[in-house]
């Protein structure tokens, strides 16, 4: 049979280690895999209303990430340290800290998803499990994004439905399919 488009997605992930994993309570969890890349934004002039936007897109904005870029968007989710439950997303700032500190550098070893969820876990080397859910049962939103080298994106979203588009398809227009069955 041949491999999807998600296998083949993730199977290049595997034995590479995580890293720079960040955590905001408004942009959700976020990680790198494999080698850095920086990239340089702006000065760009806005018309906006509002004077911290801005002042923000005034000044020049220098981000560095992985060639691979997984972002937990808009999801549940939990974080196990060998077999213990450490933190959630709804854990204090401090306990989530200290526990992407000991994922971090942990190397990607294996992805389940269930294809009627979407919901995935996560299992790295020296024992550390990410899994991700959506909000609620009726929920679509999206879950997990994977930004890729190639420029496509690559999205599970909470109602067994994936895309793998262009990263600047137009948001809301993204052609969905049904997660692959389970052989």
């Given at each position: 049979m041949a491999m999807n488009v998600i296998d083949k997605s993730?199977?290049?992930l595997y034995g590479k280690p995580c890293w720079g994993m960040d955590y905001d309570r408004t942009v959700n969890l976020s990680f790198s895999f494999g080698a850095p890349v920086m990239?340089?934004?702006?000065?760009?002039?806005?018309n906006s209303k509002f004077r911290k936007v801005?002042?923000?897109?005034a000044r020049r904005l220098v981000t560095v990430k992985g060639k691979w870029?997984?972002?937990?968007?808009?999801?549940?989710?939990?974080?196990?340290?060998?077999g213990k439950r450490a933190?959630?997303?709804l854990s204090s700032y401090q306990k989530i800290q200290r526990a992407i500190a000991i994922l971090d550098g942990q190397i990607l070893?294996?992805?389940e998803i269930n294809p009627k969820t979407g919901k995935t876990r996560v299992e790295f080397d020296l024992g550390g499990v990410l899994e991700v859910r959506r909000w609620d049962r009726k929920s679509d939103d999206?879950?997990?994004m994977l930004y890729q080298p190639n420029g496509h994106v690559l999205t599970i979203?909470?109602?067994?439905?994936?895309s793998h588009q262009p990263g600047d398809t137009d948001y809301g227009s993204e052609k969905t399919f049904p997660l692959p069955q389970k052989q």
């Open positions: 993730l199977k290049q990239t340089i934004r702006g000065p760009i002039q806005s801005r002042e923000s897109l870029w997984l972002w937990v968007f808009i999801a549940k989710w939990k974080i196990s340290l060998e933190v959630t997303n070893i294996n992805v999206e879950l997990w979203r909470g109602d067994g439905q994936y």
